[in-house]
């Protein structure tokens, strides 16, 4: 099988993941902050070097507010229930993931608060103004997408974070396809609340996931339960991470994670990223050379920014029959909605998805050519 679902999960794995998962395991299989015994202490001190870590690679500067969730769905909704409050409002873009859509639909449903989606224009400037325009006296924060998962348009961030702060609320950056691809200083940026998956660009285990606390606004529970600290009170801690982490912490994902971001930061998000785009770019092209094929990524467009992931569809075919084609003669992509129907919406494949290709630091400029191949040989049937 020759991957190219990168966006979804990266695979392979470095080698070194592999093993600190499995050491973990084996040398300290107790729970840290629970005992005083060598595998518990063990068992702490690995975790902590994996926040200091996760700090460095994102110049967080207090490890203490490197959070470990599940996923990147898990940390979105954290933040965003922790910060909503009856009658408020939250403003998101229009190429929103489920993982914040669904979750502000839920405070709706529940009466608790409202949402807008801010249309993303052909350019920066059009998004910020679309993001203006949707404040109201009682917004109480902006959600928003570091790069589309179906289209891989990247979004302003830093702009966004400034515009938030104007109307004295927080950002919240949903960086599940920007972290370990595009480099970033949450004590430069401005962002305020930063949610990654450890399992795509951190290279870690699925079941992982970081939630970057760069802000002093306190965040409501969606959580409690045991800390390993203050356990005769019988209200949750408020220091972090404490106050946000409940229950057993999954040590040999988190260990795994650790490993993940070092094998980042070792060859540098700069370096990743290149090496992506250069075989992105060469896919963009080939397919925007085919009769019949349908190309969404324009990464010619000197006015928009993307991460390497290319979105595609074949006139007359669905884009899981597509997919599904593919998937026959060994080809790995996904195909569908992709979890984000707003952003479908907004570029009108609502009915028939994308078919979606992206590549990861161990993907060979070979497996690029033997999947344009195999993908012309697709659209060149259909046309028959």
């Given at each position: 099988?020759?991957?190219?679902?990168?966006?979804?999960?990266?695979?392979?794995?470095?080698?070194?993941?592999?093993?600190?998962?499995?050491?973990?395991?084996?040398?300290?299989?107790?729970?840290?902050?629970?005992?005083?015994?060598?595998?518990?202490?063990?068992?702490?001190?690995?975790?902590?070097?994996?926040?200091?870590?996760?700090?460095?690679?994102?110049?967080?500067?207090?490890?203490?507010?490197?959070?470990?969730?599940?996923?990147?769905?898990?940390?979105?909704?954290?933040?965003?229930?922790?910060?909503?409050?009856?009658?408020?409002?939250?403003?998101?873009?229009?190429?929103?993931?489920?993982?914040?859509?669904?979750?502000?639909?839920?405070?709706?449903?529940?009466?608790?608060?409202?949402?807008?989606?801010?249309?993303?224009?052909?350019?920066?400037?059009?998004?910020?103004?679309?993001?203006?325009?949707?404040?109201?006296?009682?917004?109480?924060?902006?959600?928003?997408?570091?790069?589309?998962?179906?289209?891989?348009?990247?979004?302003?961030?830093?702009?966004?974070?400034?515009?938030?702060?104007?109307?004295?609320?927080?950002?919240?950056?949903?960086?599940?396809?920007?972290?370990?691809?595009?480099?970033?200083?949450?004590?430069?940026?401005?962002?305020?609340?930063?949610?990654?998956?450890?399992?795509?660009?951190?290279?870690?285990?699925?079941?992982?996931?970081?939630?970057?606390?760069?802000?002093?606004?306190?965040?409501?529970?969606?959580?409690?339960?045991?800390?390993?600290?203050?356990?005769?009170?019988?209200?949750?801690?408020?220091?972090?991470?404490?106050?946000?982490?409940?229950?057993?912490?999954?040590?040999?994902?988190?260990?795994?994670?650790?490993?993940?971001?070092?094998?980042?930061?070792?060859?540098?998000?700069?370096?990743?990223?290149?090496?992506?785009?250069?075989?992105?770019?060469?896919?963009?092209?080939?397919?925007?050379?085919?009769?019949?094929?349908?190309?969404?990524t324009d990464f010619h467009n000197r006015a928009q920014r993307f991460v390497p992931l290319v979105s595609f569809n074949i006139a007359g075919?669905?884009?899981?029959?597509?997919?599904?084609?593919?998937?026959?003669?060994?080809?790995?992509?996904?195909?569908?909605?992709?979890?984000?129907?707003?952003?479908?919406?907004?570029?009108?494949?609502?009915?028939?998805?994308?078919?979606?290709?992206?590549?990861?630091?161990?993907?060979?400029?070979?497996?690029?050519?033997?999947?344009?191949?195999?993908?012309?040989?697709?659209?060149?049937?259909?046309?028959?």
């Open positions: 099988m020759t991957y190219f679902d990168n966006a979804a999960t990266t695979y392979p794995k470095p080698h070194a993941v592999l093993w600190e998962m499995q050491k973990a395991m084996i040398r300290y299989g107790a729970n840290p902050g629970r005992g005083g015994h060598e595998m518990a202490l063990a068992a702490a001190k690995a975790v902590y070097a994996a926040r200091a870590a996760l700090s460095d690679l994102f110049d967080l500067g207090a490890p203490e507010r490197v959070i470990f969730t599940q996923n990147c769905t898990q940390a979105l909704n954290m933040v965003i229930k922790g910060l909503a409050r009856p009658g408020g409002h939250f403003i998101c873009s229009n190429l929103e993931h489920n993982a914040v859509a669904r979750p502000l639909e839920a405070l709706r449903r529940r009466g608790v608060c409202n949402w807008d989606a801010a249309a993303v224009g052909g350019s920066d400037t059009e998004t910020l103004s679309a993001f203006d325009a949707c404040f109201r006296p009682e917004t109480v924060a902006v959600v928003c997408t570091g790069a589309s998962n179906v289209f891989g348009r990247v979004l302003p961030l830093e702009q966004l974070a400034q515009l938030a702060h104007s109307h004295g609320v927080p950002l919240v950056a949903d960086l599940a396809q920007t972290a370990g691809l595009l480099p970033v200083s949450l004590q430069k940026s401005g962002i305020d609340f930063a949610c990654c998956p450890g399992h795509k660009g951190l290279y870690g285990p699925m079941g992982t996931g970081v939630l970057l606390c760069n802000s002093d606004a306190r965040l409501e529970t969606l959580l409690e339960g045991g800390t390993g600290t203050l356990s005769m009170q019988l209200v949750q801690p408020e220091a972090y991470p404490e106050r946000l982490e409940s229950g057993t912490l999954n040590v040999p994902g988190i260990a795994g994670l650790a490993a993940g971001a070092a094998f980042v930061r070792r060859l540098g998000p700069e370096t990743i990223f290149a090496h992506e785009m250069r075989l992105a770019k060469e896919i963009a092209d080939g397919l925007s050379e085919m009769p019949r094929v349908r190309l969404y075919m669905h884009s899981e029959e597509v997919g599904a084609a593919l998937a026959s003669h060994g080809f790995a992509v996904r195909a569908g909605l992709h979890c984000a129907p707003l952003a479908h919406r907004a570029y009108g494949t609502l009915d028939t998805g994308t078919v979606r290709v992206c590549p990861s630091v161990f993907s060979a400029e070979k497996d690029v050519k033997s999947l344009l191949n195999c993908i012309f040989q697709i659209a060149k049937r259909q046309g028959v």
